[in-house]
């Protein structure tokens, strides 16, 4: 069995420093942080005496720049040709990368394949990565990162430190479940975007629906608590289930406009008018918000801001040769209310 090839791991579980210390000195990178001649000497002689070699990829970054960023996606959903969000995201990037002469290539990471990340960069392919969706585990990410690749997360990603663009989901939910409670209503339903064990952007919108109850001492019954799954058709199963109660919620959260649609069909199917019998608030503000029957009031999240600010970002870090990536950064988020919830717009 052939010998393992020493990582930047292993140099900084030998000279007893992170691995970001490690990529800043075998990478001569101005970090922004002191670093002692000590340590940075402890590093070289644990990379010598393990026969480390930095990534051939991470050290020629600033000098043979392959013109292009890499964009990959970890979710296994299928969504990716025909989610709006994320088009309108990509929009964002596309743009900033078309002003500044700059190609992309678009990778679906999938379970049973080599990770892209690596293959992209490891063979000279990309000069930097924005990074999306939900995995198991992102130490490849890490990895990179820590051998000095700017990286940057589009949306937080639970137990990994990097650079990051997204909006405070918890807020904004709490901005949208107060919107309801501020209405009248204390029987609300929560349908999320996503199960929230998987995604970290529906973990914290259940979280901010729950917040948002808790602030105003009304408690959460659990039976109104329902997972989506990103899509009009597990909107329309969740909101179904919602209707068939012995006492149905008066109002619904929605962490999702797509899964809202659902919603929205169902409650026709049922013959249960909008807003009159049950409100309802969605989540992102897609195109399609202002034009359904009724006009869905709805929390507006900046995605084409979300793609150009990432990539902005990315693209000073690639430019500027001692700049880090900057982030983490939080877009804003504004409620829009229209008809769905009944109130005054």
């Known amino acids: 069995m052939p010998t393992r090839s020493p990582t930047s791991h292993d140099v900084a579980r030998l000279a007893g420093v992170s691995r970001t210390t490690v990529s800043y000195v075998l990478n001569d990178s101005d970090s922004g942080i002191a670093i002692s001649d000590a340590t940075r000497q402890r590093v070289l002689d644990a990379a010598r005496d393990l026969g480390y070699q930095p990534n ?40 900033e990368l078309a002003e500044a002469g700059v190609k992309l290539i678009v990778e679906a990471a999938e379970p049973s394949r080599p990770d892209p990340c690596v293959s992209l960069v490891r063979q000279g392919h990309v000069d930097g990565l924005i990074v999306t969706g939900e995995r198991t585990s992102h130490s490849a990410v890490r990895d990179l990162h820590a051998d000095g690749i700017p990286i940057i997360l589009w949306g937080r990603l639970s137990g990994i430190d990097l650079p990051f663009v997204d909006i405070d989901n918890v807020a904004a939910a709490q901005q949208a479940v107060d919107h309801l409670l501020d209405l009248g209503h204390t029987r609300i339903a929560c349908i999320t975007n996503a199960p929230p064990r998987s995604d970290t952007a529906a973990t914290d919108r259940l ?11 009304v408690a959460v019954d659990e039976q109104l608590v329902r997972d989506g799954g990103f899509d009009e058709s597990s909107g329309l199963a969740a909101m179904r289930s919602l209707l068939a109660l012995d006492e149905r919620p008066t109002a619904v959260f929605v962490a999702s406009d797509e899964v809202a649609l659902g919603a929205l069909k169902a409650a026709k199917m049922a013959g249960v008018t909008v807003p009159d019998d049950i409100a309802i608030v969605g989540f992102d503000d897609l195109p399609f918000a202002p034009f359904v029957e009724p006009a869905l009031t709805t929390v507006r999240v900046p995605a084409r801001d979300i793609g150009t600010v990432a990539t902005r970002s990315l693209l000073d870090a690639l430019e500027h040769e001692k700049t880090r990536v900057a982030g983490p950064i939080i877009l804003p988020t504004e409620l829009v209310v229209r008809e769905s919830s009944g109130a005054p717009h």
């Open 207 to 217: 979280q901010g629906y729950r917040a948002a109850m808790g602030a105003r001492g």
């Open 56 to 95: 051939a990829a991470a050290r020629s970054l600033r000098r043979q720049k392959a013109g292009v960023i890499g964009l990959v996606t970890y979710d296994t959903s299928g969504r990716l040709g025909s989610n709006y969000f994320i088009w309108r995201v990509m929009s964002g990037v596309m743009a």
